[in-house]
């Protein structure tokens, strides 16, 4: 993607963010899109398959901060909406003097040179190794796994080098041409009343300081194809719902012998039907009847791997209260257990038979206690 391109597509408006959209609104927004345009979703349809790749640019530039700050600056700079000269836009850009004005006196080579690749001065660097583009994915996995770590296949859609030019854009049996108009540095000068120059990408290779004379049919010259594989993803050991995991060189493979990107894995965690998690504790609510929390019993508790572990509830043990069993829990990165928080909950019978109801009965006018609201509608007056 040119440096033209990049200022005048409003990223905000494709993703239906704000300019001012705080980092997880951006992140929900593309997640949103992405899943709705996503090429797997919609097969045999061109315009989805667009409307992803557009998003995902947005994404790349507004997800990160160094390149999110810098294009807002450059949009401050030259002006929403900006047009390059010659790029069509009937006019509805700001003109030269316009840009002069809004830059005032700032020195131009300083503002642009981290927009254009360091104009004229880095010039020569358009066509050097350009790094790949990130790319994002999710997966779903147990609670289990989420606790234990563990090894899930995923497939992640991304951009590769045509396998038909096998990336230079030209058709089989041809190969690019240097540009006449740049001499092959991608940029070309623009003055203005003989005080300012800038550099910007050149108009007639966009940038690559090559021109293909005779296209790749598969790819129109771009170059670039789009690759589905799945890969092995290792999920590591306590990782949380939700979590996003960077995999370093997992991304989209680069240009010209540029480095790979990077891939960032979101992760969701199906729930446990009995156990929860508590940063490295795990925990599990347990019942028991009124008669083993009030006169103390030793129960047997489950832990995530199935056996039983062996439990003293105190006498006298009010519903709600939580014990420790050590070294039960959920192991950390470096291989040291958590805990086990066992949660006990006192049932009540929902029905007793008549001996039962009399014994009770008989308990209740033999433990004696008085009111136990007492002190509530004390203290609440």
């Known amino acids: 993607m040119s440096t033209k391109d990049w200022l005048e597509k409003d990223y905000y408006k494709i993703l239906g963010v704000s300019s001012d959209a705080k980092p997880e609104e951006i992140k929900k927004a593309f997640r949103k899109l992405a899943r709705e ?19 995902s640019e947005a994404n790349d530039v507004l997800s990160d901060p160094a390149k999110r700050k810098e294009y807002d600056e450059a949009r401050r700079l030259l002006g929403v909406g900006f047009r390059f000269p010659g790029s069509g836009s009937g006019g509805g850009g700001p003109s030269m003097d316009d840009l002069f004005r809004n830059v005032g006196d700032s020195n131009l080579g300083d503002i642009f040179g981290g927009l254009f690749g360091g104009g ?51 058709r089989p049996g041809t190969a690019p041409q240097v540009c006449r108009a740049c001499q092959g540095s991608g940029m070309q000068t623009s003055t203005s009343g003989g005080m300012f120059s800038i550099s910007e990408p050149c108009e007639v290779c966009h940038g690559r300081g090559l021109v293909i004379e005779d296209p790749c049919p598969t790819c129109g010259g771009s170059g670039r194809g789009r690759s589905t594989r799945t890969m092995q993803v290792r999920i590591p050991v306590g990782v949380t719902d939700g979590q996003r995991i960077r995999l370093t060189g997992k991304g989209s493979p680069g240009e010209n012998s540029g480095a790979a990107g990077d891939l960032y894995v979101t992760v969701h965690v199906r729930p446990h039907p009995v156990f929860a998690r ?86 209740a006018e033999l433990a004696g206690g008085g009111d136990p609201r007492a002190k509530l509608f004390e203290d609440a007056r």
């Open 37 to 55: 345009n996503h090429p797997d979703a919609n097969q045999h349809n061109p315009e989805a398959e667009r409307k992803f790749k557009e998003i």
């Open 120 to 170: 004229g001065r880095r010039a020569s660097q358009a066509r050097g190794p350009r790094r790949g583009h990130d790319i994002e994915g999710e997966v779903t996995i147990d609670f289990v796994q989420a606790v234990e770590g563990a090894t899930v296949s995923m497939q992640t859609v991304s951009e590769t080098a045509c396998p038909t030019c096998h990336g230079t854009g030209a």
């Open 278 to 363: 508590k940063g490295k504790q795990l925990t599990v609510k347990v019942p028991v009847t009124f008669a083993e929390a009030a006169l103390g019993a030793e129960i047997d508790v489950p832990t995530l791997g199935g056996q039983k572990v062996r439990l003293r509830i105190p006498a006298g043990t009010p519903s709600g209260r939580t014990l420790r069993v050590r070294g039960k829990g959920a192991p950390t990165a470096k291989g040291e257990p958590g805990d086990l928080l066992v949660t006990v909950e006192v049932e009540v019978p929902k029905a007793l038979n008549s001996e039962a109801s009399d014994a009770l009965r008989a308990y």
